[in-house]
T-cell receptor
Framework: SAVISQKPSRDICQRGTSLTIQCQVD?????MFWYRQQPGQSLTLIAT?????????ESGFVIDKFPISRPNLTFSTLTVSNMSPEDSSIYLC?????????FGQGTRLTVV | GENVEQHPSTLSVQEGDSAVIKCTYS??????FPWYKQELGKRPQLIID?????GEKKDQRIAVTLNKTAKHFSLHITETQPEDSAVYFC??????????????FGKGTHLIIQP
């Protein structure tokens, strides 16, 4: 298994501000993934973060809105920029061990 | 890119009966198909998975079947219990020696076990 610590666990933010979510893994991994889960919906992949290179974003997600850092093989951050109420979601980081994906506990973001 | 369709969106069964959830995928390069269970307020947890070189896999009351030709895979839960009530997600991705891609998830099935 993988131990993933994600913080904050929840936050309430004003529109127009930014929030940075941190994800720490208990051992080195090549790729880290960031997902969004809107209320009552499924998980959608935002981007894949590789250490030492720019993140790869999925269709519909852009770096200016969701900048990602990956300074080392155990840590990544996702920033939600210039937030609007539509950004209210749960954001989860994830890593793979062999084929299995493990998830952090998620960050529940509410934008008011 | 990959597209995963999941049905039904809600499934209500009597305790002790079986439940079946079906998914289809679009990308023939996908070779790994996990199923996740998510309880309210919790993170998704893997319950079973199958690789494309296998047609069926079983783990106690849970089984998954895969039809590569038709690009279908299904989750079967037998002898359902109240604790099986949750949202279930199917997913697909490609896995190779270099690692696995991110997952594409179905929209989820809310399974309700009626006592």
């Amino acid at each position: 298994s993988a131990v993933i610590s994600q913080k904050p666990s929840r936050d309430i933010c004003q529109r127009g501000t930014s929030l940075t979510i941190q994800c720490q893994v208990d051992s080195q991994v090549t790729m880290m993934f960031w997902y969004r889960q809107q209320p009552g919906q499924s998980l959608t992949l935002i981007a894949t973060a590789n250490q030492g290179s720019e993140a790869t974003y999925e269709s519909g997600f852009v770096i200016d809105k969701f900048p990602i850092s990956r300074p080392n093989l155990t840590f990544s951050t996702l920033t939600v920029s210039n937030m609007s109420p539509e950004d209210s979601s749960i954001y989860l980081c994830s890593v793979n061990r062999n084929t299995e994906a493990f998830f952090g506990q998620g960050t529940r973001l509410t934008v008011v | 890119g990959e597209n995963v369709e999941q049905h039904p969106s809600t499934l209500s069964v009597q305790e002790g009966d079986s439940a079946v959830i079906k998914c289809t995928y679009s990308d023939s390069a996908s070779n790994y198909f996990p199923w996740y269970k998510q309880e309210l307020g919790k993170r998704p947890q893997l319950i079973i998975d199958i690789r494309s070189n296998v047609g069926e896999k079983k783990d106690q009351r849970i089984a998954v079947t895969l039809n590569k030709t038709a690009k279908h895979f299904s989750l079967h839960i037998t002898e359902t219990q109240p604790e099986d009530s949750a949202v279930y997600f199917c997913a697909a991705n490609r896995y190779s020696g270099g690692g696995a891609d991110g997952l594409t998830f179905g929209k989820g099935t809310h399974l309700i076990i009626q006592p």
